[in-house]
């Protein structure tokens, strides 16, 4: 499921979630210039590998972050960075709002890379901004559970949605949890593991980071597009 868009109005402008976009482009934008040789360097230089867990290289779990193995997978990140991660912004404030980023990140790159460890996995390297997104997840269906979120199903590109954050938001970790369960851990491919690991972390630094007395109740109106 793609999501399109929500009906939560935000009440500041969300700098960071635009400059997070701006970042994670303008690098993968750099990755593609780069011959196979010397990105696949790149990838092992600044993406997060299993080992690294033992030595504590947390530098290299945020440097992953912002690293993108193709253009499908750089997209669908930002797609939900965007929809979901501006409503996180507002509700957090901006230096919040980063510190909750990246330790999602660090919460993600660190369940994975125990899981590959514990199953002889060493040197395949963790990239993309989807563990620290997966955190922004756990946070906005926690904030905003009854929110709609304007979303297509492929391949039925033609038909839009409206579904309730907290059956999208859900369905998706069950997605992520049912591959996990089926899926080798020592292989690459999709990161289940660190989804969850950035979900879970979410779900937990929500509540420590997140002052509702602070913020004003929303109304949830009737949907307009």
Same mark, same amino acid.
């Given at each position: &499921?793609?999501?399109?868009?929500?009906?939560?109005?935000?009440?500041? +402008? =969300?700098?960071?979630?635009?400059?997070?976009?701006? #970042?994670?482009?303008?690098?993968?934008?750099?990755?593609?210039?780069?011959? =196979?040789?010397?990105?696949?360097? +790149?990838?092992?230089t600044y993406g997060f590998l299993p080992?690294?867990?033992?030595?504590?290289?947390?530098?290299?779990?945020?440097?992953?972050?912002?690293?993108?193995?193709?253009?499908?997978?750089?997209?669908?990140? &930002?797609?939900?960075?965007? #929809?979901?991660?501006?409503?996180?912004?507002?509700?957090?404030?901006?230096?919040?709002?980063?510190?909750?980023?990246?330790?999602?990140?660090?919460?993600?790159?660190?369940?994975?890379?125990?899981?590959?460890?514990?199953?002889?996995? #060493?040197?395949?390297?963790?990239? !993309?901004? $989807?563990?620290?997104?997966? !955190?922004?997840?756990?946070?906005?269906?926690?904030?905003?559970?009854?929110?709609?979120?304007?979303?297509?199903?492929? =391949?039925?590109?033609? &038909?839009?949605? #409206?579904?309730?954050?907290?059956?999208?938001?859900?369905?998706?970790?069950f997605i992520q949890v049912l591959f996990?369960?089926?899926?080798?851990?020592?292989?690459?491919?999709?990161?289940?593991?660190?989804?969850?690991? !950035?979900?879970?972390?979410?779900?937990?630094?929500?509540?420590?980071?997140?002052?509702?007395?602070?913020?004003?109740?929303?109304?949830? $109106?009737?949907?307009?597009?």
């Open positions: &499921m793609l999501p399109i868009k929500d009906d939560i109005p935000t009440k500041s +402008f =969300p700098i960071l979630t635009i400059l997070l976009i701006v #970042v994670n482009v303008a690098i993968f934008l750099y990755e593609i210039t780069l011959p =196979p040789k010397q990105f696949e360097i +790149f990838v092992r080992i690294d867990l033992v030595y504590f290289r947390f530098d290299k779990a945020i440097t992953s972050m912002f690293l993108h193995g193709n253009f499908a997978h750089l997209f669908g990140n &930002m797609l939900f960075l965007w #929809v979901f991660g501006n409503n996180v912004e507002d509700a957090l404030g901006k230096v919040k709002f980063i510190i909750f980023y990246i330790l999602s990140g660090i919460g993600a790159a660190v369940m994975q890379a125990s899981i590959s460890l514990l199953a002889g996995s #060493v040197d395949i390297p963790m990239i !993309g901004a $989807s563990g620290a997104i997966s !955190g922004i997840l756990a946070a906005y269906i926690k904030l905003y559970p009854h929110a709609k979120v304007l979303t297509i199903i492929p =391949p039925f590109f033609f &038909m839009a949605f #409206v579904l309730p954050a907290w059956f999208f938001i859900g369905y998706w970790f996990a369960m089926i899926t080798p851990p020592g292989v690459g491919g999709v990161a289940w593991y660190a989804h969850i690991g !950035g979900f879970l972390t979410g779900w937990v630094l929500i509540d420590l980071l997140y002052k509702p007395s602070k913020a004003k109740v929303v109304h949830y $109106s009737s949907l307009r597009w």
